[in-house]
């Protein structure tokens, strides 16, 4: 079955960028979109990119969302960290074969 | 602005079933899709399924097909969310989220529900 993979855990210092990878384990990543997900300890998740590379309203332009064809490869880079940003991240996308949406395995970010 | 509010807390005993309602405000509810999201304690989170509340057709996963049901109730913007069989390995919190539509075969998610603690345990 088509899975998402991501790092276990990334950490960077307040100010810096930190880039947070998600690899699709077969085909093509960029046959079907993208989207990040922010979830905070004990809250509901919510949505920082869709659809590749697109904010929703209310979502700084610090995050952004980008599609790598050579690696297969979604990033979420996100630029001017802040300790608010400390959270874990998830990647999801579509499986085209098995014809249901599938989430990475989650990054947590630290920022300290 | 778009609410998605979730029935409270349930204890099941394992084989018994469970349903989760997800009532939406904010928006006409036939124009979007429900997805169930569910996150097991420390764990991913996990699609279950999606129901396209303007035309009625569902999806679920392979893993929870045969197990899991998504119906509604439009007249009540409400959509439910009942899965049977229950074992230890489904005490999760189960999310409900709006889907927008990107293609005619994929939605994103822009808001959620808050989420419903279901534990199973003897």
């Known amino acids: 079955n088509f899975m998402l993979i991501q790092p276990h855990s990334v950490s960077e210092s307040p100010g810096k960028t930190v880039t947070i990878s998600c690899t699709g384990s077969?085909?093509?990543?960029?046959?079907?979109?993208v989207q990040w997900y922010q979830q905070r300890p004990g809250r509901a998740p919510t949505t920082v990119i869709f659809?590749?590379?697109?904010?929703p309203s209310g979502v700084p332009d610090r995050f952004s969302g980008s599609i790598d064809r050579s690696s297969n490869s979604a990033s979420l880079t996100i630029s001017g960290l802040k300790t608010e940003d400390e959270a874990d991240y998830y990647c999801q996308s579509y499986d085209g074969i098995n014809h249901e949406d599938v989430f990475g395995g989650g990054t947590k970010l630290t920022v300290l | 602005q778009v609410h998605l509010v979730q029935s409270g807390a349930e204890v099941k005993k394992p084989g018994a079933s469970v349903k989760v309602s997800c009532r939406s405000s904010?928006?006409?509810?036939?124009?979007?899709?429900i997805h169930w999201v569910r996150q097991a304690p420390g764990q991913r989170l996990e699609w279950m399924g999606s129901f396209n509340a303007g035309n009625g057709h569902t999806k679920y996963s392979q893993k929870l097909q045969g197990r899991v049901t998504i119906t509604s109730d439009t007249s009540a913007s409400t959509a439910y969310m009942e899965l049977s069989s229950l074992r230890s390995e489904d005490t999760a919190v189960y999310y409900c989220a709006r889907g927008i539509a990107a293609t005619p075969l994929q939605d994103w998610i822009d808001s959620w529900g808050q989420g419903t603690l279901v534990t199973v345990s003897s």
């Open positions: 904010g928006y006409t509810f036939t124009n979007y899709a």
């Open positions: 659809q590749d590379d697109q904010r």
């Open positions: 077969s085909g093509s990543i960029a046959s079907n979109y």
